[in-house]
């Protein structure tokens, strides 16, 4: 028995429902990216709080210099 070959059917797409999608999940997954890195940082300067403080005195001194 032979099979024929035929074209898989075409699922139209809407080009504009398609983006906005697309777009909805790229902003998801930089979100829970975004969150696991703020989780991390502050999980790393809990169990090394000299750390913290060598990081903010850092910050304090870059901020506080003339340009």
């Known amino acids: 028995m032979k099979l024929e070959k035929c ?3 075409e699922i139209p ?3 504009a429902k398609f983006s906005a999608e697309r777009r909805a999940k790229r902003k998801a997954f930089a979100e829970i990216l975004f969150r696991l890195l703020i989780g991390a940082a502050v999980l ?3 169990t090394h709080p000299a ?3 060598a990081t903010i005195t850092y910050l304090q001194k870059l ?3 003339p340009w």
Do not use: H, W
């Open 7 to 9: 074209k898989p059917i």
């Open 13 to 15: 797409i809407d080009p």
């Open 44 to 46: 790393y300067f809990l």
């Open 51 to 53: 750390d913290l403080m």
């Open 63 to 65: 901020f506080s210099s």
